[in-house]
């Protein structure tokens, strides 16, 4: 008898703790809900289904934006996976004249957001832009190239776009051992061979996953492809919300956007799910480089040079000559008004944004880590729901946040006498911005909070500390890396983010990137330059302290 009291005792204590770790863990995953409502919003939009609304959205746009869409992206893939793997394994594998330069400067162009790099290259090589002129003068008055294409929008997001899949492939080729690359050659592969069949598979991963956030990138475009005139789904939404004022075919469309981003994101998942590519640790010899001498090295640094100078030197330059003229051709004082107005509401959104995604990500990612160990699904899997906000594209995000925000417009305005608190304010706007940028802070905080030893909160819980101690006074100071680079991550994406901020903020209360969006679209290359040379410029330094961290983290490894 008292043995069987003794097991029954022993059974008990897991389903008390069951207990209270569920109860615990219900903040979250009532937090976790709230940040994937506007998602689930756009998921009931096929059940809202108007047959109309579709027949008329059928025999307009919706074909070309399908077939936009999918042309758009395989062109961009293709190009970037070209650029970026080269350029990775290049860098990786071999010396030659600026190597280690151009290691750092090949990452600049993601300080340049699309929108900007879009219009400068109209700009330059437009009809009357200066590279069309001189052409003119060789070969005749009637030469004409129309650069306001597919090919067009596809070669300005790939050169956005390819230090995604540089970077991690870069980090995925210096992380391989010399010995695979031995072993291969003792095979009789040649260089072409290894690369192929020994280094791309190994570093397949990253390399999708550097993909995957290209894809993504390109989904969320809307102001490249509408200066190039390409009619794509997320240049629809705006097109159906802004221009149209057609707010329930802008909803159909945004629920199309979402669904095919998802439907990407399950396939590179599902094409890679059996898949298992395991590399040998830190202690592997790595590669040492193979210096290029005479005309190899020259035509590396050619090309790196080349991509450089198309991605980020020549429209730099440009932005800086325009700026220059923009600021000694206007009013004194006028520009210096309307440039710090504009600047300190960037600088204010981008800081909020930041703040505001940790203060929600850190105590999921305490969740997650909580619940790691116990049969814990529903909480597992409702926080995880709330971080495909990053896998949906801007503009189709900010419809669904609009429409779940506006039926709480009237109640809220009935009992503040008149005031909007949700749609077009600053809540709707920073709602939007945690929700679309979770994933990144959440990632950052969970990866952090990983590497933390378990048995440190052991000790510290011995010694009588409740949970609230363990976390300020062992985790956080623990998760400050962490924390910073998830920090510095929004930040970079607030300072260039053009969809969420044009829909979601206030009436009047513009940004650097609306500002720079709107001159770009009256052709005013001119006067987007200064906004848009302040965006470049404050992005580098939040991009040079990333990757600043992420050279000494490996060289501390």
Same mark, same amino acid.
């Not at 962490?482 to 994406?493: H, R, T």
């Given at each position: 008898?008292?043995?069987? *009291?003794?097991?029954?005792?022993?059974?008990?204590?897991?389903?008390?703790?069951?207990?209270?770790?569920?109860?615990?863990?219900?903040?979250?995953?009532?937090?976790?809900?709230?940040?994937?409502?506007?998602?689930?919003?756009?998921?009931?939009?096929?059940?809202?289904?108007?047959?109309?609304?579709?027949?008329?959205?059928?025999?307009?746009?919706?074909?070309?934006?399908?077939?936009? +869409?999918?042309?758009?992206?395989? #062109?961009?893939?293709?190009? +970037?996976?070209?650029?970026?793997?080269?350029? #990775?394994?290049?860098?990786?594998?071999?010396?030659?004249?600026?190597?280690?330069?151009?290691?750092?400067?090949?990452?600049?162009?993601?300080?340049?957001? @699309?929108?900007?790099?879009?219009?400068?290259?109209?700009?330059?090589?437009?009809?009357? @832009?200066?590279?069309?002129?001189?052409?003119?003068?060789?070969?005749?008055?009637?030469?004409?190239?129309?650069?306001?294409?597919?090919? @067009?929008?596809?070669?300005?997001?790939?050169?956005?776009?390819?230090?995604?899949? &540089?970077?991690? =492939?870069?980090?995925?080729?210096?992380?391989?051992?010399?010995?695979?690359?031995?072993?291969?050659?003792?095979?009789?592969?040649?260089?072409?061979?290894?690369?192929?069949?020994?280094?791309?598979?190994?570093?397949?991963?990253?390399?999708?996953?550097?993909?995957?956030?290209?894809?993504?990138?390109?989904?969320?475009?809307?102001?490249?492809?509408?200066?190039?005139?390409?009619?794509?789904?997320?240049?629809?939404?705006?097109?159906?919300?802004?221009?149209?004022?057609?707010?329930?075919?802008?909803?159909?469309?945004? =629920?199309?956007?979402?669904?095919?981003?998802?439907?990407?994101?399950?396939?590179?998942?599902?094409?890679?799910?059996?898949?298992? &590519?395991?590399?040998?640790?830190?202690?592997?010899?790595?590669?040492?480089?193979?210096?290029?001498?005479?005309?190899?090295?020259?035509?590396?640094?050619?090309?790196?040079?080349?991509?450089?100078?198309?991605?980020?030197?020549?429209?730099?330059?440009?932005?800086?000559?325009?700026?220059?003229?923009?600021?000694?051709?206007?009013?004194?004082?006028?520009?210096?008004?309307?440039?710090?107005?504009?600047?300190?509401?960037?600088?204010?959104?981008?800081?909020?944004?930041?703040?505001?995604?940790?203060?929600?990500?850190?105590?999921?990612?305490?969740?997650?880590?909580?619940?790691?160990?116990?049969?814990?699904?529903?909480?597992?899997?409702?926080?995880?729901?709330?971080?495909?906000?990053?896998?949906?594209? #801007?503009?189709?995000?900010?419809?669904?946040?609009?429409?779940?925000?506006?039926?709480?417009?009237?109640?809220?305005?009935?009992?503040?006498?008149?005031?909007?608190?949700?749609?077009?304010?600053?809540?709707?706007?920073?709602?939007? &911005?945690?929700?679309?940028?979770?994933?990144?802070?959440?990632?950052?905080?969970?990866?952090?909070?990983?590497?933390?030893?378990?048995?440190?909160?052991?000790?510290?819980?011995?010694?009588?500390?409740?949970?609230?101690?363990?976390?300020?006074?062992?985790?956080?100071?623990?998760?400050?890396?962490?924390?910073?680079?998830?920090?510095?991550?929004?930040?970079?994406?607030?300072?260039?983010?053009?969809?969420?901020?044009?829909?979601?903020?206030?009436?009047?209360?513009?940004? *650097?990137?609306?500002?720079?969006?709107?001159?770009?679209?009256?052709?005013?290359?001119? @006067?987007?330059?200064?906004?848009?040379?302040?965006?470049?410029?404050?992005?580098?330094?939040?991009?040079?302290?990333?990757?600043?961290?992420?050279?000494?983290?490996?060289?501390?490894?």
């Amino acid at each position: 008898m008292r043995q069987s *009291l003794t097991l029954g005792r022993k059974l008990a204590v897991p389903s008390l703790r069951s207990s209270r770790l569920s109860l615990s863990a219900l903040p979250a995953t009532a937090l976790a809900g709230c940040m994937a409502l506007p998602l689930v919003f756009l998921a009931s939009a096929w059940l809202q289904f108007d047959l109309s609304t579709w027949a008329h959205l059928w025999e307009t746009l919706l074909p070309d934006m399908l077939l936009n +869409t999918a042309l758009l992206v395989l #062109g961009v893939s293709a190009l +970037t996976l070209a650029l970026g793997v080269s350029l #990775g394994w290049l860098i990786a594998h071999y010396t030659f004249p600026g190597a280690n330069v151009f290691k750092v400067l090949l990452v600049l162009p993601l300080a340049v957001p @699309g929108y900007v790099l879009g219009f400068v290259f109209m700009g330059l090589l437009d009809y009357a @832009g200066p590279i069309q002129t001189v052409l003119r003068s060789w070969l005749g008055e009637h030469f004409e190239v129309e650069i306001r294409t597919l090919v @067009g929008a596809i070669i300005v997001l790939s050169l956005v776009f390819y230090p995604y899949v &540089y970077l991690l =492939s870069l980090s995925a080729f210096r992380e391989q051992s010399a010995s695979q690359r031995d072993a291969a050659r003792a095979m009789g592969y040649s260089t072409w061979q290894t690369f192929w069949r020994v280094a791309l598979p190994l570093a397949r991963p990253s390399i999708a996953a550097g993909w995957m956030l290209v894809v993504m990138e390109t989904l969320t475009d809307f102001a490249v492809v509408r200066y190039y005139n390409v009619v794509t789904l997320s240049e629809g939404v705006v097109r159906l919300w802004v221009g149209q004022m057609n707010r329930e075919g802008g909803l159909q469309v945004a =629920s199309i956007l979402m669904t095919v981003a998802l439907a990407v994101l399950l396939i590179e998942r599902f094409l890679r799910r059996k898949a298992r &590519y395991t590399q040998l640790s830190g202690q592997a010899r790595p590669i040492a480089p193979t210096p290029l001498r005479s005309w190899r090295g020259i035509a590396a640094s050619l090309y790196a040079g080349l991509v450089f100078t198309l991605a980020f030197g020549l429209p730099g330059v440009q932005l800086l000559l325009w700026a220059i003229e923009d600021v000694s051709s206007a009013p004194p004082g006028t520009l210096d008004t309307v440039f710090t107005q504009y600047l300190a509401n960037t600088l204010g959104f981008a800081l909020g944004a930041a703040a505001l995604v940790l203060l929600v990500a850190i105590p999921l990612a305490w969740a997650l880590r909580q619940t790691a160990q116990q049969s814990s699904p529903a909480v597992r899997s409702v926080i995880r729901l709330a971080t495909l906000g990053y896998a949906v594209p #801007g503009a189709a995000l900010a419809v669904g946040v609009l429409f779940m925000l506006a039926p709480l417009n009237e109640p809220v305005s009935a009992l503040t006498g008149g005031a909007v608190l949700f749609s077009g304010s600053l809540i709707g706007l920073f709602y939007g &911005y945690v929700v679309r940028f979770l994933a990144i802070g959440l990632n950052s905080v969970e990866a952090s909070l990983e590497k933390v030893s378990p048995s440190m909160e052991m000790a510290a819980r011995s010694l009588g500390a409740r949970t609230g101690r363990v976390l300020r006074q062992v985790y956080l100071p623990l998760l400050r890396g962490g924390i910073a680079s998830a920090a510095l991550l929004v930040c970079v994406d607030v300072l260039k983010e053009l969809p969420l901020t044009m829909f979601l903020r206030p009436f009047g209360m513009e940004t *650097l990137s609306t500002w720079a969006y709107m001159l770009a679209s009256e052709s005013a290359w001119v @006067g987007a330059a200064t906004p848009a040379l302040a965006i470049v410029a404050l992005s580098i330094l939040p991009a040079a302290l990333l990757l600043q961290r992420m050279e000494s983290l490996r060289t501390s490894l």
